[in-house]
Every structure is written in structure tokens, then in C-alpha cells.
């Protein structure tokens, strides 16, 4: 079994920087994707920002220019860097890797709780 956990939400004002981490935990032989998703009341869940094993990184044009996504794979963690947050960016975001537990297995995708990111005009 594999855990993400979510840290790093909080609430900030339009301009503002929040750094939002995800550490999985557990069975891991290796992780291939992970990704960052939001989601607000009354919308779909969305995909925010993505990152391959080798470090290649996908935004959403939403928030191109604006967040950075980075990667520690020996931690197994990877990072959401937002900056400029505006009110539109409130959601809980969501960490979802794609984790293989043994060397011939096959992966499936975990998801974490969530943590709340809440930002006022």
C-alpha cells in the first residue's frame, strides 16, 4: 500500500506564494508520473501540473508562468511552487502518483486527501 501526503495549503492574499509538497510512502519500487490536481465546489477536478520520473514537467495553461512543479526522487516527493495566486486558483489540490510496488508489477495511480489552498482578493 502507498500514501500521499499533502502539506503546505494555507490561505494568502491576490500576489501571494504558497509552496505546497506531496510525499509518498510505502510498498514503492519506483514512482513514474506524479501531478498536482485542484478542484473547487461545483467544478470537475482539474490538472494543474505534472512531472515525469526524468523530470519533464506539463502545466495547465492556467497556471503556466506562474507555478513550477519540481521533483526530489530520492524522497519520493515532489513540489508545487505557486506564485502570483489569484482567487481563481482557491481549490483543494490534490497530489495522484503513478506507483509501481515491485520491479515486474504492475502500477496503479494513488491518490492523497487534499490540502486547501484559499486565496482572498
Known amino acids: 500500500q502507498v500514501q500521499l501526503v499533502e502539506s503546505g495549503g494555507g490561505s494568502v492574499q491576490a500576489g501571494g506564494s504558497l509552496r505546497l509538497s506531496c510525499a509518498a510512502s510505502?510498498?514503492?519500487?519506483?514512482?513514474?508520473?506524479m501531478t498536482w490536481y485542484r478542484q473547487s465546489p461545483g467544478k470537475e477536478r482539474e490538472l494543474v501540473a505534472s512531472?515525469?520520473?526524468?523530470?519533464?514537467?506539463t502545466y495547465a495553461d492556467s497556471v503556466k508562468g506562474r507555478f513550477t512543479i519540481s521533483r526530489d526522487n530520492a524522497k519520493n516527493t515532489i513540489y508545487l511552487q505557486m506564485n502570483n495566486l489569484q482567487p481563481e486558483d482557491t481549490a483543494t489540490y490534490y497530489c495522484?502518483?503513478?506507483?509501481?510496488?515491485?520491479?515486474?508489477?504492475?502500477?496503479?495511480?494513488?491518490w492523497g486527501q487534499g490540502t486547501q489552498v484559499t486565496v482572498s482578493s
Open positions: 495522484n502518483a503513478d506507483v509501481a510496488g515491485c520491479p515486474r508489477g504492475n502500477s496503479q495511480y494513488y
Open positions: 510505502g510498498i514503492i519500487f519506483s514512482i513514474n508520473a
Open positions: 512531472i515525469t520520473d526524468y523530470h519533464k514537467p
